[in-house]
């Protein structure tokens, strides 16, 4: 079926990915959280967009260990109240002028549950259905959009629920139900539609 189409410019390109908190390393060894909404995974390995003037990046260019957390679809509310708070003390000029203001506690803010790394330092979000523990490896910034950094990062360990796990190794996908981050929008997924011949 055709269907006619347009040239547009949309203020933001974020067509839908999965949300994830992401724990870096403070200078005095306390745990930041970022909610970021730009990842994809490859094998072993995890790409992440970053914005250059937060926190999580600076943690990250100091300290390689973080982990990522992916949070359901029943945390959007916890994840959204950390929306406004960046963990950098002096707030640089364009997040105040977004509305950002400077938050340290970010677990307690958000009521996430604090736990223990295994091979990195940056703690997990207990709450979040994966916890996936990681090492930043490349940080490149794009000459073209500098205003974001593109962080591949190798994965160490994955902590997941046992109430979405399929066997011993296998997550259900009937069982795990991502936040989503469709235009600035938060959602869940739908019913199944089908499976590739892969699964």
Same mark, same amino acid.
């Given at each position: 079926?055709?269907? &006619?189409?347009? %040239?547009?410019?949309? @203020?933001? !390109?974020?067509?839908?990915?999965?949300? %994830?908190?992401?724990?870096?390393?403070?200078?005095?060894?306390? =745990?930041?959280?970022?909610?970021?909404? @730009?990842?994809?995974?490859?094998?072993d390995?995890?790409?992440?967009?970053?914005? =250059? /003037?937060?926190?999580?990046?600076? &943690?990250? /260019?100091r300290?390689?260990?973080c982990?990522?957390?992916?949070?359901d679809? @029943?945390?959007?509310?916890?994840?959204?109240? *950390?929306?406004?708070?960046?963990?950098?003390?002096?707030?640089?000029?364009?997040?105040?002028? #977004?509305? $950002?203001?400077?938050?340290?506690?970010?677990?307690?803010?958000?009521? $996430?549950t604090a736990?223990?790394? !295994?091979?990195v330092?940056? /703690?997990?979000?207990?709450?979040?259905? *994966?916890?996936?523990?990681?090492?930043?490896? &490349?940080?490149?910034?794009?000459?073209?959009?500098?205003?974001?950094?593109? %962080?591949e990062?190798?994965? !160490?360990h994955?902590?997941?629920?046992?109430?979405? !796990?399929?066997?011993?190794?296998? %997550?259900?996908?009937?069982?795990? /139900?991502?936040?989503?981050? *469709?235009? +600035?929008?938060?959602?869940?997924?739908?019913?199944? #539609?089908?499976?590739? $011949? +892969?699964?």
């Open positions: 079926m055709e269907q &006619n189409s347009k %040239i547009i410019q949309p @203020s933001i !390109l974020y067509y839908g990915t999965p949300v %994830i908190l992401l724990s870096t390393m403070n200078e005095d060894g306390s =745990t930041n959280l970022s909610p970021l909404s @730009s990842s994809w995974a490859l094998g390995s995890i790409v992440l967009g970053i914005g =250059t /003037e937060g926190k999580a990046l600076e &943690n990250l /260019e300290h390689a260990g982990v990522i957390n992916v949070p679809s @029943s945390l959007w509310r916890n994840v959204e109240r *950390l929306a406004s708070y960046t963990g950098k003390r002096f707030v640089p000029e364009e997040k105040k002028r #977004l509305g $950002f203001t400077y938050l340290k506690e970010k677990f307690e803010a958000g009521g $996430f736990a223990d790394s !295994l091979a330092k940056p /703690e997990r979000v207990a709450d979040c259905p *994966l916890q996936i523990e990681a090492e930043a490896v &490349n940080i490149r910034i794009p000459e073209h959009s500098p205003y974001f950094a593109v %962080i990062t190798k994965v !160490l994955v902590h997941a629920h046992e109430a979405i !796990l399929k066997g011993e190794h296998h %997550i259900d996908p009937q069982k795990w /139900e991502p936040l989503i981050y *469709l235009f +600035r929008h938060y959602f869940g997924l739908g019913g199944e #539609l089908g499976k590739t $011949f +892969r699964a």
